[in-house]
């Protein structure tokens, strides 16, 4: 089976960094997605991880350990509009079902 | 919500009652996937088709859910009789392939209250 923690909620400023984290321990494990999700709505896909080591996407990273089973979303210059809650889901070796984290709740301040 | 449409988007009915909720993929796709969602358990697959048949339904809680998917257009999720405990936003979400980047794509939902 799979399991996945996630900080249930952080704060942080308009125009900061914030570093959202999760582990995970899998029994198998074949790409680490991250989903943004804003209260009302589905979740839309931002990040995907499989190998080691840091993808960037614009204002967003991700970063993936798989020794350590670890990952972090990293989202720089933050916007009002980032506030949201922040998915991660471990992908299983056949490569078709999601396991979810319970989501971290960002609120951005101004 | 790229690629399908659920309806009904909310849905209020009473204990007991039947309730039918419909996922329409309107893009290309292998695999089509049903989630539930409540604050208290986060996002739970009930369960996944692949080429329209079903591969895995070990996340549907009780016999009184069942899926179907007639064809590469449709899927239903029927729960029946209701109940209050099944009041959720139930997600329709579909996926390409199993190779790479391949991620789920997810409908608006359906939010479902059981009186």
């Known amino acids: 089976g799979q399991n996945i923690d996630q900080p249930t909620e952080m704060t942080a400023t308009e125009g900061a960094i914030v570093q959202i984290n999760c582990t995970y321990q899998?029994?198998?494990?074949?790409?680490l997605f991250w989903y943004q999700q804003h209260a009302g709505e589905a979740p839309t896909f931002l990040s995907y991880?499989?190998?080691?080591g840091l993808e960037e996407k614009g204002r967003f990273s991700s970063f993936l350990s798989r020794s350590k089973g670890y990952s972090y979303l990293l989202l720089k210059e933050l916007q009002m509009k980032d506030s949201a809650s922040y998915l991660c889901?471990?992908?299983?070796?056949?490569?078709?079902?999601?396991?979810f984290g319970g989501g971290t709740r960002l609120m951005v301040k101004p | 919500d790229a690629g399908v449409i659920q309806s009904p988007r909310h849905e209020v009915t009473e204990m007991g009652q039947e309730v039918t909720l419909r996922c329409k993929p309107i893009?290309?796709?292998?695999?089509l996937f049903w989630y539930r969602q409540t604050m208290m358990r986060g996002l739970e697959l009930l369960i996944y088709?692949?080429?329209?048949?079903?591969?895995?339904d070990s996340g549907m809680p009780e016999d009184r859910f069942s899926a179907k998917m007639p064809n590469a257009s449709f899927s239903t999720l029927k729960i029946q009789p209701s109940e209050p405990r099944d009041s959720a936003v139930y997600f329709c979400?579909?996926?390409?392939?199993?190779?790479?980047?391949?991620?789920?794509?997810f409908g608006p939902g359906t939010r479902l209250t059981v009186l």
């Open positions: 899998t029994s198998g494990f074949n790409g």
């Open positions: 088709f692949n080429n329209n048949v079903p591969i895995d």
């Open positions: 893009s290309g796709h292998d695999y």
């Open positions: 991880n499989v190998l080691d």
């Open positions: 889901a471990v992908r299983d070796r056949a490569g078709n079902m999601l396991t």
């Open positions: 979400a579909i996926q390409e392939g199993t190779g790479g980047t391949d991620t789920q794509y």
